[in-house]
């Protein structure tokens, strides 16, 4: 299942970027979340998305930040590399969560590169003092146990050396549950958008109580 799940991720190209007029109206710390199809709605409407989900308990709480999602399905961490200044450019976050990495282990990158890609991406966000977040990913073990553990390792090593809150697997609870997927079998459907979220949010939330602006 975690395989027909991924090959879904890389051939996905719908973009689903944060309205440019989203970015003038906002008047709060910004969320970013930066992202592949897992962030991007596919499938389901985009109201009912983990990230819009995100952004509706932001505001029940009333807690001072708002949520832009740029995320893109069929995203590798080389094509959110290239778009993250832009992104970072627009929206001026102070927290991004960083969920990329899915796409790379299923065309079997170098991992090496797929680090490299995402350090990178923290050094970004860092140098306009936004926190960073990484939502990790896991890959089927016919990749092979060099492959599969060196993968895992990379959201670890990343968030111990730059001291970066990480979720270790983002779909956990939700990969391989046939009911949590839409009628293409393979991404979570509505029903598992909560639970998307219930993942992220014990991590996230320590963050966000001392809203930090980036540098202008």
Not at 14 to 32: G, W
Not at 77 to 98: E, M
Not at 100 to 123: C, F
Request: with cysteine.
């Amino acid at each position: 299942m975690m395989f027909r799940f991924l090959k879904i991720l890389s051939v996905c190209t719908t973009l689903f970027f944060a309205d440019a007029a989203l970015a003038e109206t906002l008047s709060k710390p910004v969320i970013l979340v930066f992202g592949d199809s897992l962030s991007a709605a596919y499938g389901i409407p985009k109201e009912k998305g983990w990230v819009n989900l995100l952004a509706q308990r932001i505001k029940d709480k009333q807690l001072p930040y708002e949520v832009a999602n740029a995320s893109v399905s069929g995203e590798t961490t080389a094509g959110g590399l290239s778009r993250l200044p832009a992104a970072i450019q627009q929206f001026k976050p102070s927290i991004v969560l960083i969920e990329l990495g899915a796409n790379d282990g299923l065309r079997g990158l170098p991992i090496d590169a797929m680090k490299n890609n995402l350090e990178k991406m923290i050094a970004a966000c860092k140098q306009v003092n936004a926190r960073v977040v990484l939502l990790g990913m896991l890959i089927p073990p016919n990749y092979g146990p060099k492959y599969t553990n060196g993968f895992k390792q990379v959201y670890l090593e990343l968030s111990q050396t730059y001291k970066t809150p990480f979720v270790p697997f983002f779909l956990d609870g939700v990969s391989g549950h046939s009911d949590l997927v839409i009628e293409d079998g393979l991404h979570p459907n509505v029903i598992a958008q909560p639970k998307i979220l219930e993942n992220v949010w014990p991590t996230l939330k320590p963050l966000l109580n001392s809203p930090r602006k980036t540098n202008p």
